[in-house]
Nanobody, 120 residues
Framework: QVQLVESGGGSVQAGGSLRLSCVASGRIFTMGWFRQAPGKDREFVAAITRLGDSTDYADSVKGRFTISRDIVRNAVDLQMDRLKPEDTAVYYC????????????????WGQGTQVTVSS
């Protein structure tokens, strides 16, 4: 069982930046970030393949968020710029235990979540 540990959440004013990190304890393929705001369903944010050769972003974050992969650390990072109040949510790291053609569903491992709060 692979464990995912997130870090980097916090509070920031609108227009600011935060960087989330997620370290995996074992071998993992595609990694992604999801978020869940109060009263809403969890939604896809971004994903990246194991070698970092392919990325996928939700339309709501495209151009503001950047996902990257660090093979040495066995980690995935999410750089969040130009944050908006509607980005406020608990952010979850997720990972797949095998190669898959999809990047928005089919995740096997989940982190515990980290809170991101953006004030206006």
């Amino acid at each position: 069982q692979v464990q995912l540990v997130e870090s980097g959440g916090g509070s920031v004013q609108a227009g600011g930046s935060l960087r989330l990190s997620c370290v995996a304890s074992g071998r993992i393929f595609t990694m992604g970030w999801f978020r869940q705001a109060p009263g809403k369903d969890r939604e896809f944010v971004a994903a990246i393949t194991r070698l970092g050769d392919s990325t996928d972003y939700a339309d709501s974050v495209k151009g503001r968020f950047t996902i990257s992969r660090d093979i040495v650390r066995n980690a995935v990072d999410l750089q969040m710029d130009r944050l908006k109040p509607e980005d406020t949510a608990v952010y979850y790291c997720a990972g797949m235990r095998r190669i898959a053609v999809t990047t928005r569903t089919g995740y096997d491992y989940w982190g515990q979540g980290t809170q991101v709060t953006v004030s206006s």
